[in-house]
């Protein structure tokens, strides 16, 4: 079967991804209905009511009206459609699925219990989250996202850790992201209402897919609602398919994913990690005469100081070996990447020897 590429289609996501071929999407990303339990309508302090909290694609009921019926028919959705979403998952792919404290506790149940395997739960910290009307609870100020592998001993799994570095400005991001929720010029409104109760912001969907995928990747989005996730796809250079089954939200997300326009230059979007570059060993630096022996290195609150030898390794304080082993050693650390904590001198700035490194690499680059 050709897949149906940069496509919304209409219908149920468990029939909509057996038709798919198995091993065919990098990424999937699913907000799937949260299961809110509510007894009754939400209303707002001024009376009006919030939205979605009654929808009927949130509302799971078995054979009773009972609480522990609706689990049991909102396990055998989930189920349902993970199994689907596994069978299409490649095996170096990836799965998000989002979630409130009503469902991802038993959403990462059946995660495991199918086999993927758990890489990190990623808290989105809401810096505007809706209050909590009736003062009967703690505000609710984030959700959850739980991030898998198709199984333990997946290899190849796409994580781009340098790019959420440098997006974290130059720090390695934490598995908290404090990001707002979906208002302003970004809410989609139809006749002066919300098109869609649970819009994602963007941002949210930027940050997963810059860190899970690569340009030219395909993302299939099961419950694609109002298109946040084919319009980010489409914007950062990527693949998508969207599954949604309400006919009103399909045709939001089809115009939303029409405005929305590929990149011009791709180039923008090829992120080099670090890890596929070329090795460079240390020494390299002093046969290009990027260092010079006796060059001295140190960290950056300058606590620990070595000398460079002409065979490229350090002496310092009686220690001598590899950047890394005396940059572990004067730490007593049990492991360092030298590269990052020495650094040196030059013109009155202070730069690490990953920036020589990165010179010579560059070279490699224009010979080639």
Known sequence: MKLPLDRVLIGDCVAEMEKLPAKSADVIFADPPYNLQLAGELHRPNNTRVDGVKAAWDCFTGADDSSLASFAAYDDFTRSWLAAARRVLKDTGSIWVIGSYHNIFRVGTTLQDLGFWV??????????????????????????????????????????????????????????????????????????????????????????????????????????????????????????????????????????????????????????????????????????????????????????????????????????????????EVQGAPACNGWTFWHYEEKGLTQPLDHLRQVVRDGMKESA
Request: hydrophobic share 35%; net charge positive; aromatic share 8%.
């Open 119 to 328: 890489l990190n739960d990623i808290i989105w910290r809401k810096t505007n989250p809706m209050p909590n009307f009736r003062g009967t609870r703690f505000t609710n100020a984030h959700e959850t996202m739980i991030w898998c592998s198709k199984d333990k001993n997946a290899r190849g799994v796409t994580f781009n850790y340098e790019a959420m570095k440098s997006l974290n400005e130059g720090v390695q991001m934490r598995s908290d992201w404090t990001l707002p929720i979906c208002t302003g010029p970004e809410r989609i409104k139809q006749d002066g209402k919300k098109a869609h109760p649970t819009q994602k912001p963007e941002a949210l969907i930027y940050r997963v897919l810059l860190s899970s995928t690569k340009p030219g990747d395909l993302v299939l989005d099961p419950f694609l609602g109002s298109g946040t996730t084919a319009a980010v796809a489409k914007k950062m250079g990527r693949h998508f398919i969207g599954i949604e089954r309400d006919k009103t939200y399909a045709r939001v997300a089809k115009q939303r994913v029409a405005r929305s326009e590929r990149p011009a230059d791709m180039a923008n979007f090829n992120i080099p990690q670090k890890r596929t570059e070329p090795r460079v060993p240390f020494g390299t630096l002093l046969e290009c005469g990027l260092i010079a022996p006796g060059t001295k290195l140190f960290d950056t609150r300058r606590r620990f100081f070595a000398k460079v030898r002409a065979d490229g390794t350090l002496i310092a304080k009686g220690r001598h070996g590899s950047i890394h082993k005396v940059g572990a």
